[in-house]
């Protein structure tokens, strides 16, 4: 059929891109999945993480409240343990390890791995397990966080039910080789729970309380419960808004979209539409540093000498890929 062939072609095209610019990371979209027919199988709700998600968000409300009472000092240790434990997560689990958009030498990979900790987004390999997952097989039942599940679903309600059983079929399959060859990632699952009790609680806590006299309470639930209730919801924004609400101008056949709010919160990974695109490049942007911390830092890691290799696309390819299949947004900007 005609249809059929307009795939087919798409298909080759698509490879054409993805060849040679990418090596052989298992994160490109598997168009032959297709999902079980007949009934979903149930919902098995955890109520531990259930009830520990509650107390943390409701732990995150008494810290906004606190805020007024908190020194000047307590709030600037809040915001660098943001940018920290989520750069674990963006320059870390997600360009470094799930995409090996670049490379980075060992002192880097393990203040990132340090700094992922902080974030207490489970450990890298499983993060970046479920996110090659979330890419093979988006918005299906063996993506995670299927977006096509809805909003809820996409931002917290897939931590608190078990996996969907394609997850964890098509998973077993996920080439996951090079994180169990990388010592730092191994050894971050070893050691994950008392690297996040201190990194996560401990040491966003004492600093302020050792150092500058500010009380126990709002060391606790300013610098360490609010920040890390931030840090998750940002992340999950990117699951769940980026998946419904912006342009598609690079590929109008797929979900995820450009979303503005969402790259300011999540220190440049909300061009999403981009992101699904093209997964290998090191910026998940065409726009380099334009709103995107965290191409910055990886920009400054390479002129320290502890990264390389950044992977991108270029500006051709990109144009006529947002001529080929974009929305046409591109256009009016
Ligand atoms: C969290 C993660 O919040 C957030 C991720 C966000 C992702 C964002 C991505 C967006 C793009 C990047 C942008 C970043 C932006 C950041 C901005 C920052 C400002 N493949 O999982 P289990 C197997 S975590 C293959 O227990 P259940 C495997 O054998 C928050 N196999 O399944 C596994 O055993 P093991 C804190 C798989 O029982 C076994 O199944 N953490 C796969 O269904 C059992 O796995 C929590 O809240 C796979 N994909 O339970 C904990 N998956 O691991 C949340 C599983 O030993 N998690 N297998 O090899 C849980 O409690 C559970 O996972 C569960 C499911 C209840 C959700
Ligand atoms: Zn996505
Ligand atoms: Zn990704």
Redesign the pocket.
Known sequence: TRNGEAVMEKNLSNLEEMSGAHGMIDDIFDESYREKEGPKPAK?Y?W??II??SMLHIGSLYGIYLIPSAKLMTLGWGIIC?VV??LG??AG??RLW?HRSYKATWPLRIFLAVANSM????DVY??A??????HKFSETDAD??NASRGFFFAH?G??????HPD??E???K?DLSDLKADKVVMLQRRYYKPSVVIMCFLVPTIVPWYFWGESLAISYFIPAILRYA???N???L??SA?HMFGNRPYDRNINPRENRLVVL???G?GF?NY?HTFPFDYS?SEFGWHYNFTTAFIDLMCFLGLASDRKTVSKEVILARKIRTGDGSHKTG
């Not at 897939?158 to 996996?163: M, S």
Request: aromatic share 8%; glycine share 4%.
């Open positions: 098995r955890v531990r993480n520990l998600m943001f434990s989520a997560v963006t689990a997600h799930s974030a207490f987004q489970n499983e993060w397990r479920d996110h090659r997952v979330h995670p966080h917290i897939w931590l608190l039910v078990r996996k997850v964890i098509k998973g077993k996920i931030v840090v998750l940002a992340a999950w990117v699951n980026a919160g999540a220190l990974e999403h992101h998940t």
